[in-house]
C-alpha cells in the first residue's frame, strides 16, 4: 500500500466533538448500539446526530434509492461514485456544521470503510482506488474512532431473517460476496490501527454496548 495515500486523511478538529462510526455487515447491530448509544450520549447533555450512509440528507436519499433499488447490476465504479456524492453532500450539508460545537457527537451508520468494504475488496476496486477517491476536501474526513462489529456469515443471515424485510440490493448477494466483504472489513483494522476498533458481535447485544462503553469512556472527557 502507498502510505503517501493515508496523508491527506484528518479528523475534525473542534475540541469537544466528536466524530464516531459504526461498521459491518448486514445483521451485526450497529442500528441496534447506536440507538443505545445515541440514548446515552443524550443523557449526559451532549448533542447528537445520528446518519446512514447512504443517504442522511434529502439528495443522498434519492442517491440511497438509487442504489439499494437498482434491479440492474451497477458497475463498480458507477456504484462507488453514488456512495461518494451521497457522502460528500453529508459532509458538506450535515457533519461539517455540526461538528463545530465542542459538546457535539456525530454517529454515522455506515462510512469510508463500508465503500473500502464493499466496493474496494467485494466488488474488486481496491483499497487504493477507494482511497485516491478520498484525498480531497471534504472527502478527506476520518472519524475519530470506528467500532467494527465482527460477525460470520451465517449469524448475519440469521439475524437478516429474523429482521424479516425484503432484501436490498446488497442483503441479495450470495455467500461468496459477504465472505469477500467479511475478508475486507476484518483487513482493515491493521491499516488504521489508532481508529477502528474491531468487536466480536457475535455475543448479546448488552455485552457489545459494555465494550463500546468501555472504550468510549476514554475519549468522552
Ligand atoms: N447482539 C445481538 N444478538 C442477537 N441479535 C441481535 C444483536 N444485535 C442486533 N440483533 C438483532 O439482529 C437484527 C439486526 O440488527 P441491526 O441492529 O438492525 O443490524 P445492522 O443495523 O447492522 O444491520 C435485528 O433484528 C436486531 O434486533
Ligand atoms: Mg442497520
Known amino acids: 500500500m502507498n502510505q503517501n495515500l493515508l496523508k491527506p486523511f484528518r479528523t475534525p478538529e473542534t475540541p469537544g466533538s466528536f466524530f464516531l462510526s459504526f461498521e459491518g455487515i448486514e445483521g451485526s447491530g450497529k442500528t441496534t448500539q447506536i440507538s443505545d448509544l445515541e440514548t446515552f450520549l443524550k ?27 437498482s434491479k440492474v447490476p451497477l458497475h463498480p465504479l458507477a456504484e462507488c461514485h453514488l456512495f461518494l456524492s451521497s457522502r460528500a453532500q453529508l459532509l458538506n450539508e450535515k457533519i461539517l456544521p455540526f461538528l463545530l460545537r465542542p459538546d457535539s457527537v ?5 462510512y469510508i470503510d463500508s465503500t473500502i468494504a464493499y466496493q474496494g475488496f467485494a466488488r ?14 471534504p472527502l478527506n474526513l476520518l472519524p475519530h474512532r470506528t467500532y467494527f462489529l465482527d460477525i460470520d456469515f451465517a449469524t448475519s443471515m440469521d439475524r437478516q431473517k429474523s429482521r424479516g424485510n425484503a432484501k436490498d440490493y446488497f442483503e441479495a448477494e450470495q455467500e461468496e460476496f459477504y465472505q469477500k466483504l467479511i475478508a475486507g472489513y476484518r483487513a482493515l483494522p491493521e491499516l488504521f490501527p489508532d481508529r477502528i476498533l474491531k468487536i466480536d458481535a457475535s455475543g448479546t447485544a448488552e455485552s457489545i454496548k459494555t465494550q463500546i462503553m468501555n472504550d468510549l469512556k476514554t475519549y468522552l472527557k
Open 43 to 69: 443523557s449526559i447533555n451532549k448533542r447528537v446526530l445520528v446518519l446512514r450512509e447512504p443517504g442522511g440528507s434529502t439528495f443522498g436519499e434519492k442517491l440511497r434509492e438509487a442504489i439499494l433499488e
Open 124 to 137: 474488486g476496486l481496491g483499497l487504493e482506488t477507494i482511497l485516491t477517491l478520498h484525498q480531497h476536501n
Open 106 to 110: 456525530v454517529i454515522l451508520d455506515r
